[in-house]
């Protein structure tokens, strides 16, 4: 699991040890402190803070101070479902920013040598089919998160 999961971040660009702390924070009972992190992964505690911090940018982990201990601890968000949701919707957002970016770039394009129009042409066709993807991929995501939040309300079902 901790493997497949390191790929899967990875492939999202994170670090591999951010897929293995997950892993270890996926299987924990309780929150667990950046020593046991550490430990349990065989990597520094640096190591771990960094790339905890980076989760918890990203809301994928919440720290935990429990009492007069001064260690932090972590766990899962409790929506990470929602978390996934809403970066999978951002990078789409993202996505089309950039392609309609290129899109205008290439229609402001004023003089196109007669040898580049093949490419021209070629790239816009690529870049408007590339847009309706994302175009489609979004509306097809909105009011997911509503959704999901009414369907896992009180426990998954």
């Known amino acids: 699991m901790s493997h497949h999961l390191s790929l899967l971040f990875e492939n999202d660009g994170y670090s591999p040890l951010v897929g293995k702390i997950f892993a270890v ?9 950046l020593r046991e992190l550490a430990d349990g992964l065989g990597v520094s505690k640096a190591a771990v803070s960094v790339q905890i911090r980076s989760m918890g940018r990203n809301a994928l ?17 409790d929506d990470i479902s929602l978390k996934v949701i809403q970066s ?7 996505g089309q920013q950039m392609i309609h ?16 129009l093949a490419a021209r042409d070629i790239v816009k066709l ?32």
């Open 61 to 77: 982990c919440r720290k935990l101070h429990k009492g007069n201990d001064r260690k932090d601890y972590y766990y899962l968000s």
């Open 25 to 33: 924070l996926l299987f924990a009972p309780e929150p667990v402190s």
């Open 126 to 157: 690529r870049m408007t089919e590339l847009s309706a993807m994302y175009d489609l991929s979004a509306c097809r995501l909105k009011g997911l998160e509503n959704e999901w939040a009414l369907r896992t309300k009180g426990g998954y079902k």
């Open 101 to 116: 970016t290129a899109l205008e770039a290439i229609n402001s394009l004023c003089r196109v040598e007669p040898e580049e």
């Open 88 to 94: 999978v919707s951002q990078k789409l957002l993202a």
